[in-house]
């Protein structure tokens, strides 16, 4: 059941995704809660595999890969998807920094794992994956707001909706942040398994 967890996250993301792109009154709605389901499994599976001593080599390596793909899939789908708005720019060149960060702890992580070493996901990791879903939520949550319940908010008093946009880019930025020093933070611990 742990691994059923880990890989349904897998369709969920393909469904959230496409949600984001429909126009229909309740899209955005339906592409919220999914992927609050998604983010949801992500901790139930690997609560359920240590409760139940269910914790397997697929289940570890198939959570971490899982949630980059996520993770980054959702946040391209953002950018696409134009979330952003005159912020788009700045949001795809993060985006690249975080994509660049993924793809070399994953490296580095391979050339480990060839050596007999294993990385483990460390504090800052966890908090970097923490805050790159609540980055993603709040932007989803933004466009549900407005898209589905924006009828609910007097003109002028849409600077609620405002306020949730604005935190999700917060998030987006600091998420950022956290992924590049968590990166920097793993290469100054794990440098020694690239030494030759």
Known sequence: ????????????????????????????????WLFILAALTDWLDGLWA??????????????????????LGLMMALVN???FGRFTLVALLLLLCILTRELAISGLRMVAASKNIVVEADKSGKVKTFTQLNAIGWLLGAKMFRDDFGHLFPTD???FLDAI????????????????????????????????
């Open 157 to 159: 008093e849409k600077l």
């Open 81 to 83: 998807a134009d979330f």
């Open 50 to 71: 240590r409760k139940s001593g269910q914790v397997s080599t697929f289940g570890r390596f198939m959570d971490a890969v899982i949630d980059k793909v996520m993770v």
């Open 165 to 196: 946009h604005w935190v999700g880019l917060g998030l987006y930025v600091l998420a950022a942040i956290l992924t590049v020093t968590s990166g920097a933070s793993y290469f100054k611990r794990h440098a020694h398994v690239m030494a030759d």
């Open 1 to 32: 059941m742990p691994n059923i967890l880990t890989v349904s996250r897998i369709p969920m993301l393909f469904v959230v995704v496409g949600m984001m792109e429909m126009t229909w009154s309740g899209a955005a709605t339906w592409a919220f």
